[in-house]
């Protein structure tokens, strides 16, 4: 696609609940990222794949955080029993290749709200 | 660990007057410096980005910015804003070398235009 599509846009969590985010990244872009924004803060590093293998995971806050990219294009970031401290907006970005010179793209996120 | 500080929460300017957000980092090594820019809702945007070489780098929407190795800092301009560049903007820093470029951002500067 023309850039990259986060789904859904918003997402309401009862405290316990399990989610499921979704991230479809620029056709062909081998790099993919996971973000945290929380309210009026910088977006911070959750996790990192190159093509299917994920090779960074070192910002997911607890066990409770899983991502995957099985066939090296879609991901998805899962949080299970969620808190109230994992509501913020979940920001995926891609990059044509592994280094750093491109720049991302990002996109729109999704906002949780854990109720 | 590459860190990022941006000093202005918050910045109000008047149209037409110029603009200069900002930016300090730290990092070991020489850095990769980003500037996005996040409208209400939507995803983050790149502005510029310095890898190396001329100092002064040239983004998109009249905006630029200077490196400077000797204060840490990566300051962004613009000549002479428009009502349409209020937004948040983040500085971010990137590892460079063979890693693959995570991203570190600033707590971001909200920009307020007005008329």
């Known amino acids: 696609g023309a850039g990259v599509s986060q789904s859904p846009r918003y997402k309401v969590a009862k405290r316990g609940q399990d989610v499921a985010l979704r991230c479809d990244p620029i056709?062909?872009?081998?790099?993919l990222f996971w973000y945290q924004q929380a309210l009026g803060q910088g977006p911070e590093f959750l996790t990192y794949f190159q093509n299917e293998a994920q090779l960074d995971k070192s910002g997911l806050p607890s066990d409770r955080f899983f991502a995957e990219r099985p066939e090296g294009s879609v991901s998805t970031l899962k949080i299970q029993r969620t808190q109230q401290e994992d509501s913020a907006v979940y920001l995926c970005?891609?990059?044509?290749?592994?280094?750093?010179?491109?720049?991302?793209?990002f996109g729109s996120g999704t906002r949780l709200t854990v109720v | 660990a590459q860190s990022v500080t941006q000093p202005d929460i918050h910045i109000t300017v008047s149209e037409g007057a110029s603009l200069e957000l900002r930016c300090n980092y730290s990092y070991g090594a020489t850095p990769y410096l980003f500037w996005y820019v996040q409208s209400p809702g939507q995803g983050l945007q790149l502005l510029l980005k310095y890898f190396s070489g001329d100092t002064l780098v040239q983004g998109i929407k009249g905006f630029e910015a200077e490196f400077k190795r000797s204060q840490s800092s990566f300051n962004l301009r613009k000549p002479s804003v428009h009502w349409s560049d209020a937004a948040e903007y983040f500085c971010a820093v990137g590892a460079g070398g063979t890693s693959y470029g995570k991203l570190t951002f600033g707590q971001g500067t909200i920009l307020t235009v007005h008329p």
């Open positions: 970005a891609s990059s044509l290749t592994g280094g750093p010179n491109y720049g991302y793209t």
């Open positions: 056709s062909g872009h081998v790099s």
